[in-house]
C-alpha cells in the first residue's frame, strides 16, 4: 500500500493500537522539548512519577518564556531546570540562547523523527520533515521516560502546492491563506502534509513558519517532505549527517486535498482577536498603526530578520511609533552582529529585544491602551498582549517592517522600496556554547527549588456522583489565554496555589474565589462553554490551576485537542453536549447533578446531567478510549501513575 508522509512516520513509530483513523494510537517519541513556563511543572511531574532517566534519543530543556526576571522566582525556575537537566540527563539551553522551536530547528530537528513538545507550537519541526506534536507537560514528561504518547490515529490533509510566491508575498500569508480555508475550529484529528511542485521553492524556514501556525488551526501537526532543499539547509548547519529522504509514494491516499497556488496568494493579516480573521493588506492601506513587533516562534530566522534589515536601511522608525525586534535564537543575532543587519536596525531606531519569547507572551511591550500593534507573531488572542483593549495583527515581518517606517499599514508593491532577496546562508554559525549537554559527572548534579516552585497539586479520585454549580458560562473560542493568563502571570507556573488566583481573571476575576468557597462547601465546580473551549496554548495550567479550584467538568460545544487531552490528565471531564441547544438553556449558578456519572464513564454511557433549576436532563458525551477512562476515574494522570 502507497504511503503518504504522516503514515510512514506514525507507523514507524506505532507500539500500541491499530493504525484505524479516530482510533487511539500509541507512539514511541524520539525527542522531546520543553520549554521553562511549562517545564518546570514537566520536571515536577517527572521526579513526582518516580522517573529516574531520560529515555528518548534526545530530549532539551530551553529557557525563553520567562526571561524577564523581576522578582527571583524566573531565576530560581531557571536554576531548578538547569539543575534537573543535568541530574537527568537532558540538554539544558540556556536562556539567551532563543526560542526553543527556532532552535531546535536549527541544531536538533531530525526528518523522519517524532518529536513531543510542552508548547503547541511544537509543529514548527515539521518544517523539518519531523512529526512534531504539542502535548501538556504531563505527557512529555512520560515521553522522556520512555513512555508513549497517544493520540488519534489522524486524518490526512494533504494542501498540493503549485506555483510560486511572488515578490513581496511570503510564508506567512501562505498560512494565513490556510487559516483562512481551514478556520480556527473544527479541525481536531486533522495532520496536514504538504506536497506538490511548489514545495521545493520554499526554504526549511518558510515552512517552518507555516508548519507553526497550524497550531491556529487546530491541527495535531502539519509535516513537509525532506528534500534537496532540507538538505542544504542542515548541511549549512553542520548537520548534513541527520538528513534523510522523506516523501509520498506514488497514489499515496489522503482524506481530503487542498489545492493551493502559490502565486495566487495575497498579502495578508490576522485583524483583532483571532488568528483566523483574515483581511488583505490591500484592504487595510493606510490604517494607523502605534507599535511593530518583529520576532517570535514563527518570524524570526536569519533570512526573516535580514529581509527587515534591508527594509530599514537608510530609514528612520516613524517617530511616535514603538518598533521591537526579537531575533529568534542566538545564532541569528550572531549572524546579524557579524553581517552588519544589526547595525541598520539600530541605525533605524530599532528597539532590540532578547532572543526569546518576549513580547508575544505579553510579558513586556504590551501596548498603549488602545494601540494598534503589528507583529509577526502567531496569537492576537485579546488581551494577550497585556494590554486589554490592544489591536493586534498579525503579519508578515516585510509589512511589519515598512509600517515601522510609515506608521501606517502600507502595500509593499506601492511604498517604491525595492523588494529585498535575502538567500539563505550556505553555512550558519552554529557553536553551541549555551547548551549544556548532559554527562556523567553531571548525574551527580544536586536538584535546587526555590521558594516559589511547590509541589505539583494532587486530586481525589472521581467520585461517584457528580453535585456541580456552574460557576461560569462562557462563549466560542475561549482561549487557554482566558483561562490561564500568562503575561504578567507567568512567574507563577511552579506556584499553582497562587496561580490558580488567575484562572478566568480577564473574564471573571471573582471565579477562583467562588470555586474556592464551594469546594470547601464540600460542592463540585463545573465550566459551561461554546465552541472550540481551550484554544491556543498547551499550558496545562489551564486544567491544573482548574483542578485545584476543585472544578470536576467542562461542559462545552466543542473541546481542542491538547486541552481536552489535558482536562483528562488533571482529572477533569470534558463532556460535549448531544444537542448544541441544551447549551443556551444553562445559566450561571445553575446546579448540574448526576448521580452515577463514575459508573457511567466507565461503561462507556452517555452522561445526563439534571438541570437543578429548569429540571431538564442534559445529555453529553464523552468519546474516551479506556485509557483515558482510567485516568479520568483515577483523578488524573499522577494520581494514576503514582497509584494514589
Ligand atoms: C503560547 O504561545 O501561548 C505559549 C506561551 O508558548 C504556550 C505555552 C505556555 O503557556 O507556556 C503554548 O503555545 O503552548
Ligand atoms: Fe514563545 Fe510566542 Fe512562540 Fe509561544 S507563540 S513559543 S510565546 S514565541
Known sequence: MPQNIVEKILVSHLKEGDFVKGQEIGIRIDQTLTQDATGTMAYLQFEAMGLKEIKTDLSVSYVDHNTV????????????????????????????????????????????????GSDSHTPTGGGIGQIAIGAGGIDVAVAMGGGLFYTAAPKVYLVNLTGELREWVTAKDVVLKMLELLTT??????MLEYGGKGVKTLSVPQRATIANMGAEMGVTCSVFPSDSVTKKFMKAQGREADWSELKADRGAKYDRVIELDLSSIELLAACPHSPGNIKKIAELAGGHVDQVCIGSCTNSSYRDMMTVAAILKGHKVKPGLTLAIAPGSRQVMQMLARNGGLADLLDAG?????????????????????GVSLRTSNRNFEGRSGTADAQVYLVSPEVAALAAITGEFTDPRKSGIAYPRIKEPSSFKADDVMFVKPSPELRNTEVVRGPNIGEPPKNDRMSEKLDGAVMIHVGDKITTDHIMPAGARLKYRSNVPKYAQYVFEPVDSTFHKRCLENKAAGGHNVIVAGESYGQGSSREHAAMCPMYLGVKAVVAKSFERIHAANLINFGIAPLTFRNAADYDAIKAGDKLTCSDWRAAFAEGRPVILKNGRTGASIECVSALSRRQKAILTAGGLLNQTTGK
Open 69 to 116: 526576571q523581576v522578582g527571583f522566582e524566573n531565576a530560581d525556575d531557571h536554576r531548578y531546570l538547569r539543575t534537573v537537566a543535568a541530574r537527568y540527563g537532558v540538554v539544558f539551553s540556556r536562556p539567551g540562547n532563543g526560542i526553543c522551536h527556532q532552535v531546535h530547528l536549527e541544531r536538533f530537528g531530525k526528518p523522519g523523527t517524532t518529536l513531543l
Open 185 to 190: 475550529k473544527g479541525n481536531v484529528g486533522v
Open 350 to 370: 530599532a528597539r532590540i529585544q532578547e532572543s526569546a519569547c518576549g513580547f508575544c507572551i505579553g510579558n513586556h511591550f504590551s501596548p498603549k491602551s488602545g
